[in-house]
Antibody, heavy 120, light 110 residues
Framework: QVQLVESGGGVVQPGRSLRLSCAAS????????MHWVRQAPGKGLEWVAV????????YYADSVKGRFTISRDNSKNTLYLQMNSLRAEDTAVYYC?????????????WGQGTLVTVSS | NFMLTQPHSVSESPGKTVTISCTRS????????VQWYQQRPGSAPTTVIY?????PSGVPDRFSGSIDSSSNSASLTISGLKTEDEADYYC?????????FGGGTKLTVL
């Protein structure tokens, strides 16, 4: 079965950086697009970024464009999110999610999430 | 970018049927598939409907999805309501470079 396990969350000061990881198993990682979706405390879901199965295409929400970078290592079955210039409004649970296909923009499977808190 | 608008909350009694709507602000609802996610308190979201009306394995057939081009909206219908269906429900759609979630609907089963 599909398993997605996020790690790397924690407390970080405004302006600093953090890198999240997502270890994937139970499917052929290199065949699927992958997403990051976040949820601020008490708020709804907000899509962050997507990367195509082979890394050829990457798209970002306007709120993180220029600050966050999505990447993947298909040899390690791992997805990453490099977050720079963090702001208080980036505080959220960050979910790793698998696409329906190579890059359909349809989120199908979800991880359990990792909490990022941006605070001084 | 378009928006997806959902009612803030709905409530219904066990055993009844409830429908949650999701209205697309611009562009045709039929131009891109709509998905629905369930999120119980304290848990990660799970997919209950994808590609407008497809159920992932393990999702009971009490859950169904549809789209209505006349109202430019999608709907999630849950029949035979159970207390375990009490959760937040989110719709989702997309365009070529952007994924959009609705604001979520809190379903209360009382």
């Amino acid at each position: 079965q599909v398993q997605l396990v996020e790690s790397g969350g924690g407390v970080v000061q405004p302006g600093r950086s953090l890198r999240l990881s997502c270890a994937a198993s139970g499917f052929t990682f290199s065949s699927y697009g992958m997403h990051w979706v976040r949820q601020a405390p008490g708020k709804g879901l907000e899509w962050v970024a997507v990367i195509w199965y082979d890394g050829s295409n990457k798209y970002y929400a306007d709120s993180v464009k220029g600050r966050f970078t999505i990447s993947r290592d298909n040899s390690k079955n791992t997805l990453y999110l490099q977050m720079n210039s963090l702001r208080a409004e980036d505080t959220a649970v960050y979910y790793c999610a698998r696409d329906l296909g190579m890059g359909t923009m349809i989120v199908l499977h979800w991880g359990q999430g990792t909490l990022v808190t941006v605070s001084s | 970018n378009f928006m997806l608008t959902q009612p803030h909350s709905v409530s219904e009694s066990p055993g009844k049927t409830v429908t949650i709507s999701c209205t697309r602000s611009s562009g045709s609802i039929a131009s891109n598939y709509v998905q629905w996610y369930q999120q119980r308190p304290g848990s990660a979201p799970t997919t209950v409907i994808y590609e407008d009306n497809q159920r992932p394995s393990g999702v009971p057939d009490r859950f169904s999805g549809s789209i209505d081009s006349s109202s430019n909206s999608a709907s999630l219908t849950i029949s035979g309501l159970k207390t375990e269906d009490e959760a937040d429900y989110y719709c989702q759609s997309y365009d070529s470079s952007n994924v959009v979630f609705g604001g979520g609907t809190k379903l209360t089963v009382l």
